[in-house]
C-alpha cells in the first residue's frame, strides 16, 4: 500500500520498479533477475553484492532500493558489449582468476570502478581495490595478475573520446 | 528485514527533510535519517517505520570559507579523500583517515555525517576533527546550532543532536605558525588498515623557530565511550623543546587518560598500551614532518 515507483537506467536500459519502502536494492535486482549480483553477507562486509552506482561501486545490500531512484546502474550483465567480453572479464578468464566464480562479478566491476579513476593503479592500490571483494576459494593472486593485466590492456589502446563513443552507441543500437 | 517500513522519504531541502520527520514522528514510532545507510541498514532496527533520505540534500560538497573549511554532512569517505582541500590541510590526515574507513564500496557510500551522528567511539574522523577544534553545524526547530565536536560526543552512539539534523562540518583556520612550523598525523591500528580501529589517533603540533612547542592536540578514538581529547598530554608538551622525551611523556601520559574497554578486537590492557605506542607515532611523524619541511 505504500509501494513506491522508481525509474534507475540499468545496463543502458530504462526500467520503472515498483518496491516498498524497507526494499534492499541487493533484493529488487535479484527479484528483477540481476542474478549476477549475489547475496553474501548482508552487512556490508563481503562485496559479493557490489555494482556500481554512477559508474562507482557500492555494496547493495547496504542501500535501500528507493535511494537508488534516478541513478545509473551497472550490474555484470552490463559489462560485455553483446557477445564482446570487456577487456577485464578476458583477463580474469586468461589469468585463471575465476574459480567457483560467486565474488568474480564484484571483483570485475570493482576493477572497472577502479580503472576509470586510476588507469595505471600500482600493485598495493589494486590490493586495496580487492579488498573489498571477499574470496574464499583462494586468495587474491591471480585476480591482482588479472587486474594488472588489463590495465595494461587498457594502457595498450589509449582511450580515444570517438571510440568510446562509437562502442556505446553500438551498444545502445544492440538493445533495442 | 525492512519489510515494517511504512514509509521512504527522499527531500530535497533540509527544511523539508525536518518537516518531513516531524510530521512523521506526530504520526507516531520510531524513524531514521539515512544517507549512506552502512550504520543504519546494518544495525537492522526492526522498530524503524519512516526513514528520510539525505542523499538528495545539497550537502555535498568541501569548500574553503574564511581562513577555515566547510564540509557538507553527505560527503563521502571518497569525496574526503579526492578533495583537493583536504588533501592539502593538516598534512592531509582527514583526508587519510577518510581513505582508512572501511572498503572502497563503503567509502563511496558512506559520508562524514553519519560518521559523526553515528558516534561509534571507534569513528575515523573523531580523531582527527578533534584535533583541528572541529564543530559540527545542527539544523532543528528554529536556528541553526554549533557544536564544538568534543561536546557532540555524549556517549556510545549518543550524540547532542536530539532530534536535530547535522548538516555541516567546520574546521576552523589552523593555530598561526609565526616562524616555525605546524605538522599532523593520523594513526590506526586494525586487522587491515580498511577494518574497524582497535585504536586510533591524531596528533597536531606547532612549534615556534627553537624547536619549542606552541600548540599540541592529541585525540585518541576506540578507547572511551567517546572519541577523546588527551588534554594533559597536551599540556605536558606545551611550552617545551619538542623532541623524544617529550614525546615519550605525553604518550605515557595520554595512555593513563585512555579509559578502555574490553572486547572481541581488543583487552583494555593491550588498547592502553596501544594508545601510548600510536600517540608516540604520530607526534614522532609531527617531528619528523617538521623538519622535513624546515
Known sequence: ???????????????????????????????????????????????????????????????????????????????????QLDPIQEA???????????????????????LA???HPSEAEVREMLAGVFCRCTGYKKPVEAV???????????????????????????KR | MF?????????????????????????????????????????????????????????????????????????TMADLERAPALRRLADGMVAEAAGTAGSPQIRNMATIGGNLANASPACDLGPPLLALDASVVIAGKGARRTVPLDRFFR????????????????????????????AWSFQKLGRLQSDIAVVNAAAGVVLDKHGRCNWARIALGAVAPVP????????????????????????????QEARPVSDVRASAEYRREMSRVLVSRALTECLERTRRTR
Open chain 2, 228 to 255: 577523546l581529547r588527551a588534554r594533559r598530554a597536551e599540556a605536558l608538551l606545551v611550552g617545551r623543546a619538542f623532541d623524544a622525551a617529550a614525546i615519550a611523556a605525553a604518550a605515557e601520559c595520554a595512555a
Open chain 1, 148 to 174: 594488472l593485466a588489463a590495465s595494461q590492456a587498457h594502457a595498450a589502446t589509449p582511450a580515444r573520446p570517438g571510440a568510446a563513443r562509437t562502442r556505446a552507441a553500438r551498444r545502445k543500437g544492440a
Open chain 2, 3 to 75: 519489510d515494517q517500513l511504512r514509509a521512504f522519504h527522499r527531500p530535497t531541502s533540509v527544511a523539508t527533510a525536518l518537516r518531513l520527520f516531524a510530521a512523521e514522528r506526530r504520526a507516531g514510532g520510531r524513524g531514521r535519517f539515512i544517507a549512506g545507510g552502512t550504520d543504519l541498514v546494518v544495525q537492522g532496527d526492526r522498530s524503524l517505520r519512516y526513514i528520510v533520505d539525505l542523499t538528495r540534500l545539497p550537502l555535498r560538497y568541501v569548500k574553503r570559507r574564511g581562513g577555515g573549511w566547510a564540509i557538507g554532512a553527505t560527503s
Open chain 1, 92 to 114: 580474469f578468464l586468461d589469468h585463471g582468476a575465476v574459480q567457483c566464480g560467486y565474488c568474480t562479478p564484484a571483483m570485475v566491476l570493482c576493477t572497472k570502478a577502479l
Open chain 2, 155 to 182: 556517549g556510545v552512539h549518543r550524540t547532542a543532536l536530539n532530534g536535530g539534523l547535522l548538516v555541516e562540518i567546520v574546521v576552523p583556520a589552523l593555530p598561526k605558525a609565526a616562524g616555525g612550523r605546524a
Open chain 1, 1 to 83: 500500500m505504500n509501494d513506491l515507483v522508481i525509474r534507475v537506467t540499468i545496463n543502458g536500459e530504462p526500467k520503472r520498479w515498483t518496491v516498498a519502502p524497507g526494499d534492499l536494492l541487493l533484493d529488487v535486482l535479484r527479484r528483477e533477475s540481476y542474478w549476477g549480483v549475489k547475496k553474501g553477507c548482508e552487512t556490508g562486509e563481503c562485496g559479493a553484492c557490489a555494482v556500481l552506482l554512477d559508474g562507482e561501486a557500492i555494496n547493495s545490500c547496504l542501500m535501500f532500493a528507493a535511494q537508488a531512484d534516478g541513478r545509473k546502474l551497472t550490474t555484470i550483465e552490463g559489462i560485455a558489449a553483446r557477445d
Open chain 1, 117 to 119: 579513476h586510476s588507469p
